[in-house]
């Protein structure tokens, strides 16, 4: 059981815009900033978002991220093929003094 | 380009140790924390461990204090962890990432990431 709760399956077509959550507590999302990691088959995770709604250099604008009290929402718009994959919230446990992971979210482009 | 390279995985039996090592490259390693992240068979990650950027902070995940130890090398560049009393539920890939900082703080995130080192726990 994780800390962070987040769906375990999305889907989408080619185009559609989709929202992946993540629902924590005050001690971890209530308290401090959520990072999104993407790992997509066979690859090591790669971070994707970071402070609730910063890209990375090379990340394309379809992906964003924002966070309100203790939930978090990564969305994906103008959904691609490429964009399958695993995604993870992640964010410091204040009460635990440890890093906290959504159970991750498996992404599927119909 | 920054790079992280993580070795030292293998079988192991129950009980046993083992010592995974990641080399950092192409970054002031002395300057950042480091953490290990798990990720077992088809499952999602776990955070293990970090160490701040001069090794006097570690913080452990509960599911490994006591039986793990992150430590680093600085003149070496190079990352490790101890693992002793391995478990079956102790099998999985290991991570190593770069923080964004020295001391590890909530206001941070990880990376790059390694490509992984396999650990399996069986007898």
């Known amino acids: 059981q994780s800390v962070l709760t987040q769906p375990p399956s999305a889907s989408g077509t080619p185009g559609q815009r989709v929202t992946i959550s993540c629902s924590g507590s005050s001690s971890n999302i209530g308290t401090n900033t959520v990072n999104w990691y993407q790992q997509l088959p066979g690859t090591a995770p790669k971070l994707l978002i970071y402070s609730n709604n910063q890209r990375p250099s090379g990340v394309p604008d379809r992906f964003s991220g924002s966070k309100s009290g203790t939930s978090a929402s990564l969305a994906i718009s103008g959904l691609q093929s490429e964009d399958e994959a695993d995604y993870y919230c992640a964010t410091w446990d204040d009460s635990l003094n440890a890093w906290v992971f959504g159970g991750g979210t498996k992404l599927t482009v119909l | 380009e920054v790079q992280l390279l993580e070795s030292g995985g293998g079988l192991v039996q129950p009980g046993g140790s083992l010592r995974l090592s990641c080399a950092a490259s192409a970054f002031t390693f002395s300057n950042y924390a480091m953490s290990w992240v798990r990720q077992a068979p088809g499952k999602g990650l776990e955070w293990v461990s970090s160490?701040?950027?001069?090794?006097?902070?570690?913080y452990y995940a509960d599911s490994v204090k006591g039986r793990f130890t992150i430590s680093r090398d600085n003149s070496k560049n190079t990352l490790y962890v101890q693992m002793n009393s391995l478990r079956a539920e102790d099998t999985a890939i290991y991570y190593c990432?770069?923080?964004?900082?020295?001391?590890?703080?909530?206001?941070?995130?990880?990376?790059?990431w390694g490509q992984g080192t396999l650990v399996t726990v069986s007898s």
């Open positions: 990432a770069k923080s964004q900082r020295a001391t590890v703080t909530t206001w941070d995130w990880f990376d790059p």
């Open positions: 160490i701040s950027a001069n090794g006097g902070a570690t």
